[in-house]
């Protein structure tokens, strides 16, 4: 199954399963990394852009949470899209 199309929640054909763990793309962990206020998910909680994000949450004043391990198929159901630093291969929603 490809990337653009596992991530809109489209069952796949073997199984039927939205998000099917299967049928995932190789290049999508099982797990990624979100803070309180992001709206991307990131492959490693160190990513470049997450933290560039954080410095400037700080800057704003706010508190910047710690990033925080989620399964991939919650991440992309609640509405996050995947950080473009940490996934170059995602074109987008199809
Ligand atoms: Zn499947
Ligand atoms: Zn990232």
């Not at 290049?27 to 470049?48: E, I, M, N, Q």
């Amino acid at each position: 199954m490809r990337l653009a199309e596992w991530t809109t929640g489209s069952p796949c054909d073997p199984d039927n399963i939205a998000y099917c763990h299967r049928c995932k793309p190789r290049d999508l962990p099982s797990h990624v990394y979100r803070s309180a206020w992001s709206t991307a998910f990131h492959k490693a909680p160190g990513c470049k852009a997450l933290a560039t994000a954080q410095e400037s949450v700080e800057r704003r004043g706010g508190s910047p949470s710690e990033p925080v391990g989620i399964h991939v198929g919650v991440a992309i159901s609640s509405g996050l899209a995947p950080c473009l630093h940490c996934f170059p291969n995602f074109k987008g929603r199809a």
